[in-house]
């Protein structure tokens, strides 16, 4: 958080030769048949044995037929579907948690793989009178389609087993598509799973210097999918998305998708869909490595400053905090005189052209710990852009920054950033300051919107700090304050479509200025070696360097000043000394 107050085979006979001067000839014909015909009976032996997916209806193309859900809790819709044009709504209510189960036949001392795609509230996905151990997988709520999948060994008397799904009890909705009970024939009348055909719709987008956004309509029986760059594979996914990686600047690149399930993988799609990644270059003015601060339009016990008294150890000075207005969406900005020591807005104005001119950037930054900031529809995203471009041509403002710490909407967030970088042009700094846990996953709104416009994107300060203990992208748990936590959560942002260049590691600048999460700034620099070229790392090493990393952010440049401007003056040379 960025704080207003102190941290505290039919097999057939053969015929006998009428002739019986060519016998010997027919002996040798006889046996060559019936070996043919033993090896076609061991063919159709094996395809009669080939698994199928023993679940009917699977994807609630015929409403719920063969599926029971209680309480009339569920409902065969047509959005979202991820295949087809149905799946499951299921919803729970009170003390009912929405359960929807088919008896599926299964073979005795069978193995089977159970899956299923969900997406919304929290879902289950589980199989019970195996005969042997009972299985059961869950997520917590999901935002797009995800899928579940576990396995279970039939006893030897059992020739069905219950699937089911069900939420979590006055939990949202869930969907379920694409059931699977995958195994040898139970004898039920399941659907034999066969090669998926190629995918269809590919396009690619979502260009940076070192990576391309590859999309495609799902197939219908696919579990999975296989990205093709120039002819090689290099990428296998489930969903119908891939970030493709690890490319050149101003390259151009040929993509194609196959699909692909237990039954083999289809052909690639054709024809061959290129793309190109962007030009070497980024937001005009800044510098190849830079280090952002916020200044505080208040006082809360830190140091009060000016924009003139700021160190020049900072790079883009990220002003806290614009205001909500009446209007859902729309800011303006209130230069707060009274607690900066009479601090005018004249004055203000004019340092903001005396640090330009000095080759620094100064950015409005929406949010904070108590902002009130709403961008959740058409209109807001609308309000939003037109007035933050109004602050930026009142102020002179080089962008803004995106520190919504109350809930963001990505897709109405994308629709404002997108209209302000209309307005405004390559010259636009978007910042992003989300916190920790906004960046652990590709499906948070954050993560999502930095995605989504990722073409303009200037740089993702996350907030490591007020933060707990979280995931790294190796999957272990690290704590904060540690060179560890900060490189292997950075390693998330840069292995899953940030380019490294649009990355940047955020630290409080004083013990006094979070919660929890403060380093000194030699640990700050030793992650920034560390991710930069893989040296003064902690127990995590990262499994390549990212040269291009962008540097680092401060809460606050207030608080730095209270303790001397001893976190800028460690971290802004080395920042500028990164490769």
Not at 72 to 91: D, E, H, I
Not at 148 to 174: C, Q
Not at 297 to 307: D, M
Request: glycine share 10%; charged share 15%.
């Amino acid at each position: 958080m960025h704080r207003r107050s102190p941290a505290p085979a039919l097999a057939g006979s053969v015929r006998r030769p009428h002739s019986t001067a060519r016998r010997t000839w027919a002996g040798a014909l006889s046996a060559v048949l019936a070996a043919s015909a033993l090896t076609l009976t061991g063919l159709a032996t094996d395809a009669a044995a080939a698994d199928i997916n023993n679940a009917k209806n699977p994807g609630f193309e015929s409403g719920l037929a063969n599926w029971t859900c209680s309480s009339g809790t569920g409902s065969s819709v047509a959005t979202p579907a991820r295949t087809g044009a149905a799946a499951l709504k299921a919803t729970p209510a009170g003390h009912d948690n929405a359960r929807c189960s088919q008896t599926v036949a299964v073979k005795p001392n069978s193995r089977y793989t159970l899956s299923a795609w969900v997406q919304g509230g929290l879902a289950y996905l589980g199989a019970t009178g195996t005969g042997t151990t009972d299985v059961s997988t869950w997520t917590p709520d999901s935002s797009g389609w995800k899928q579940l999948t576990t396995s279970f060994t039939t006893g030897a008397n059992t020739t069905s087993v219950n699937v089911y799904t069900h939420g979590w009890y006055g939990a949202a909705a869930y969907f379920v598509d694409d059931v699977s009970v995958f195994g040898p024939d139970g004898g039920g009348g399941g659907e034999e799973t066969v090669i998926p055909v190629p995918p269809t719709d590919v396009a690619v987008g979502g260009a940076t210097k070192s990576s391309l956004d590859v999309s495609w309509k799902p197939v219908a029986n696919a579990t999975g999918y296989n990205v093709y760059r120039d002819g090689v594979k290099v990428q296998s996914v489930s969903g119908a998305s891939a970030v493709v990686t690890g490319l050149a600047v101003d390259t151009e690149y040929t993509f194609q998708v196959t699909a692909t399930n237990a039954a083999g993988e289809s052909g690639k799609s054709t024809p061959p869909v290129k793309g190109r990644t962007a030009k070497d270059g980024g937001t005009p003015g800044l510098p190849k490595h830079f280090v952002t601060g916020y200044w505080q339009n208040f006082n809360n016990q830190a140091t009060v400053q000016t924009l003139a008294q700021v160190s020049d150890n900072y790079d883009i000075i990220a002003v806290a905090f614009a205001d909500a207005t009446s209007t859902p969406g729309a800011v303006t900005f209130n230069l707060n005189s009274a607690q900066l020591g009479g601090y005018t807005d004249a004055q203000f104005r004019a340092d903001i052209r005396t640090k330009q001119a000095a080759g620094k950037k100064v950015i409005i930054s929406v949010g904070g710990e108590l902002g009130t900031v709403r961008v959740n529809d058409a209109a807001s995203a609308t309000a939003f852009a037109n007035s933050v471009h109004a602050l930026m041509q009142s102020y002179g403002f080089d962008g803004v920054d995106i520190d919504l710490e109350n809930g963001l909407n990505a897709t109405y967030m994308t629709q404002a950033l997108r209209a302000l970088s209309a307005k405004v042009g390559p010259s636009l700094i978007i910042a992003m300051a989300p916190q920790t846990i906004d960046m652990q996953s590709t499906s948070g709104e954050y993560f999502k919107t930095a995605l989504n416009i990722k073409d303009i994107l200037t740089v993702v300060n996350t907030q490591y700090y007020n933060s707990g203990a979280m995931l790294g992208c190796d999957g272990k748990v690290y704590s904060q304050g540690t060179v560890d936590f900060l490189t292997a959560l950075t390693c998330i942002q840069v292995e899953n479509g940030l380019d490294p260049s649009q990355v940047a590691i955020g630290l409080p600048s004083s013990t006094r200025a979070a919660g929890g999460g403060y380093v000194s700034p030699s640990v700050v620099n030793n992650a920034l070696d560390c991710l930069t070229k893989l040296t003064n790392c902690g127990s995590f090493k990262p499994a390549r360097a990212y040269p291009a990393l962008r540097g680092a952010m401060t809460w606050s440049i207030n608080w730095d000043a209270t303790a001397g401007n001893a976190w800028s003056n460690t971290v802004g040379p080395h920042v500028r000394s990164l490769p």
